[in-house]
């Protein structure tokens, strides 16, 4: 997905992500690389749990439905100011953030998303990214 993009060990996978996606499979990975912090991704969880709490509610306290977005995009945008320290997705890509969203719910629900993440963190190292947290000197 990021192939043919050349930077240096300090910048990102968003720094030089700079062709729009085409497919969701070309997005995720993007996505998860702005989700590396298990904090962040927690605090995703919280909110979209409360998003869906919402829904649930909704024909029986209409305004529940006003609550659902501000529940959910609360939790996230604080989580990316605090724990990942980068921009929310959602800003350039709404559509696809709102799909991956759900998509790394349900991994987390079943326990798939760590995997992910080190999946991610593994394909950004060997493209020369930096993976944030990791020591970018050589040993």
Request: hydrophobic share 45%.
């Amino acid at each position: 997905m990021f192939q043919g993009h050349q930077c240096y060990m300090k910048r990102t996978m968003a720094d030089s992500y700079t062709n729009q996606p085409q497919t969701f499979d070309e997005f995720w990975d993007f996505y998860v690389s702005q989700h590396l912090n298990p904090a962040c991704r927690a605090m995703h969880f919280i909110g979209t749990t409360g998003v869906i709490g919402c829904l649930a509610v909704t024909p029986v306290f209409p305004l529940a439905l006003a609550a659902a977005p501000v529940c959910g995009y609360g939790f996230a945008w604080f989580s990316h100011m605090v724990f990942e320290k980068n921009r929310p997705a959602t800003f350039t890509y709404p559509r696809w953030s709102l799909i991956a969203d759900f998509v790394m719910y349900k991994k987390m629900l079943f326990r798939e998303m760590n995997g992910e993440v080190e999946r991610v963190k593994s394909l950004m190292r060997s493209q020369g990214f930096a993976v944030p947290g990791e020591n970018l000197v050589p040993a």
